[in-house]
Nanobody, 124 residues
Framework: QVHLVESGGGLVQAGGSLRLSCAASGRTFSNSAMGWFRQAPGKEREFVSAIDWRGGSTYYADSVKGRFTISRDNAKITVYLQMTSLKPEDTAVYYC?????????????????WGQGTQVTVSS
C-alpha cells in the first residue's frame, strides 16, 4: 500500500507560479514511477506529467510542456511539480499517482495509488 498526500495548491494570477508536492509513504517509493494528473469540473482526468523511478526520464502533456517541471527526491520520498507561466485553463484539482512499475505511464489506469488532490486556481 502507498499513501500519497499532495500540497502546494492555491490561488494564483495568470503568469504566476506554484510548486506542488506529493509526499509518499508505504511501499518502496523508489521503485515506483510517479505521475501528476488533473481534473477540471465537468472534464475527465487528464495526464499532466510523469517521472520514472530514478528521475532520469520525464514525460509531459503538450499543454504543459515548457512550463511545468516534474522532479523527485527519493531520499525525501517526495515528488514535485513546478508550474510556471500558469494559465486560467490550468485550473483544476491536481492529483499525484504512483505506479507498481518503474517506467513512465500517461493513463490513469496505469496507476495504482492516488492522492486526495489539491486545488489549483488560476485567475485571469
Amino acid at each position: 500500500q502507498v499513501h500519497l498526500v499532495e500540497s502546494g495548491g492555491g490561488l494564483v494570477q495568470a503568469g504566476g507560479s506554484l510548486r506542488l508536492s506529493c509526499a509518499a509513504s508505504g511501499r518502496t517509493f523508489s521503485n515506483s514511477a510517479m505521475g501528476w494528473f488533473r481534473q477540471a469540473p465537468g472534464k475527465e482526468r487528464e495526464f499532466v506529467s510523469a517521472i520514472d523511478w530514478r528521475g532520469g526520464s520525464t514525460y509531459y502533456a503538450d499543454s504543459v510542456k515548457g512550463r511545468f517541471t516534474i522532479s523527485r527526491d527519493n531520499a525525501k520520498i517526495t515528488v514535485y511539480l513546478q508550474m510556471t507561466s500558469l494559465k486560467p485553463e490550468d485550473t483544476a484539482v491536481y492529483y499525484c499517482a504512483a505506479r507498481y512499475y518503474t517506467g513512465l505511464g500517461n493513463r490513469p489506469d496505469q496507476y495504482a495509488y492516488w492522492g486526495q488532490g489539491t486545488q489549483v486556481t488560476v485567475s485571469s
